[in-house]
């Protein structure tokens, strides 16, 4: 990575042996769900770890943030349903590259269908039935 990447403290993780095995299972796991009419391809993914974006206001209570072809991670120590979830936004915006991210601006974070998608793909409970965290 460049001169500013490392100045602002980000570092490329997706090209080391030991991500790249656990994000092919991440990628496999989606696979099995079939989704989406196109498998998910990690072609084009980077993850990076870059804990100063989650100081920005807004970004202070997540530990991961997916946008078309990039994961931001806080930290290099994630459990693989957040890599399952992150990804599962990568796939959901190759589908959807438009209506996907505007409908944030529209649903409320809790209730929006993506978000429930991605939690349902990575194991996560529904946030809304009350019964998951």
């Known amino acids: ?3 500013v990447a490392r100045m602002l403290g980000i570092r490329r993780v997706d090209r080391r042996p030991e ?9 496999t796991r989606l696979n099995a769900l079939g989704l989406y009419p196109r498998p998910f391809t990690l072609a084009r993914v980077a993850v990076v770890v870059w804990p100063g974006f989650f100081a920005v206001p807004g970004m202070r209570g997540f530990v991961g943030f997916a946008a078309w072809r990039l994961v931001i991670l806080r930290r290099d120590v ?7 979830h992150e990804l599962c936004h990568i796939w959901q915006m190759r589908h959807h ?8 601006l529209v649903v409320p974070y809790r209730t929006n269908p993506w978000e429930e998608e991605a939690r349902m ?9 009350g019964s998951g965290g």
């Open 19 to 27: 991500w790249r095995e656990r994000l092919e299972g991440a990628a």
């Open 97 to 104: 590259p438009v209506r996907m991210p505007l409908t944030y």
């Open 1 to 3: 990575m460049g001169i």
């Open 121 to 129: 793909a990575a194991g996560e409970p529904s946030r809304l039935g």
């Open 78 to 84: 994630v459990g693989d349903g957040l890599l399952v």
